[in-house]
């Protein structure tokens, strides 16, 4: 199950509070892992950030391309949106703290990503 | 018995270097402190030689302020904020007569001109310059009391007056090995380029309004600090947008430095 495997993402790295499974194409936050505190309300505003910042074929924000990998850290915070390689829409929209282990989690995070995406 | 670097202990064991601690504790007391290979970065604020004559107006006590610029250490015994002499300079440059082993005094100038040519020529090949505080060396006598900051400020015309750099400004200094161009714009100010700016101007002009408005409607007033990083494949780079109260930076560079550049952040900006 797709929960499964974004709970199982969260777990191997501590610093990972929400993990949300999203289409770009609708905005829509399809699934998150269980431990999430988020209301739906800021998983919207989760998804429509991803959408800003990322960009796609018919719109960049920012930039020339869009983004495979994006990043927002604030004081508190790092969201980090992933986009799949193999299915542009979808994309990881995680929060974070903001001294995780960016490259460990990406380097885990992108397999996870491209087997909900095939799955889904 | 050596007073620095690593040594052997009665028992064999080898015994931590008394001064790289030092410099550590040091660094961990003093607010925003960088460490560069177990030395304290002193050029992250202030261009490199005025960053040398703040170290030696922050001496009181005598000490040997070792410099590190690129590979050459240069290093200088200071007193009661004042240049008394170099006793050793080592690494690239080769020691020489006119400078090492002088006492410097506002009468005799010629010195006091070879080690700033001197200064001045290593900080423009490598503007990153390190310090660490060690014993001090034998030079001269009490007596010599050496040349106090304003003289060799005078001197070497250095502009001692200048602003410390802002929080993003040092930022950006400190990751310019990220870094492949800036564009830093200031409230009222005009902005402050690194690189090849063409296009983050075109970017700034046509695009940065309209993203921060579009990004404030979804997440409301944004927080700031904030850093935006965006990692695109074809081609393979970074385009970051740093904001900082009424700072606003355009950053790009290769995508593989944006995790570097992140933990930089956290370590300047993060709680």
Known sequence: MVMDDLDALQDRHAGCETVAFADLSTQMVLVTNSQTQLRRETLDMLCAEAAIVLGDAKMVMLGANPGNVAFVATKNQLRIFLRSESEPSDVLCCVCAPNLDVPGFLSDARPCLEKISHGA | MMLFGPQLSQRGRVVPDRSVIATKLAALVEKNARLKDGKRLISHDLPPLAAILREIDD??????????????????????????????????????????????????????????????????????????????????????????????????????????ATALQQFVAANVALITASYHVADGQPPQTTGDTARLQDIWKTQITLFRKRHKSVVGKPATPMLIGIQTKQPNQMLCLAVVDGEQCLISGPADGLPALLASWTQIFGD
């Open chain 2, 59 to 164: 001496t009181v006590l005598e000490r040997t302020l070792i410099f590190g610029i690129g590979q050459t250490n240069v290093h200088a015994v200071v007193a009661g904020r004042r240049l008394k002499g170099i006793v050793e300079i080592s690494g690239d440059v080769t020691a020489q007569d006119d400078i090492v082993g002088q006492i410097f005094s506002r009468d005799d100038p010629a010195p006091l001109a070879a080690i700033g040519t001197l200064l001045k020529k290593l900080c423009d090949a490598t503007p990153q310059v390190t310090v660490i505080s060690t014993a001090p060396r034998p030079l001269g006598s009490s007596a010599e009391a050496g040349v106090a900051t304003a003289a060799l400020a005078s001197a070497w015309a250095v502009d001692t007056v200048r602003q410390p």
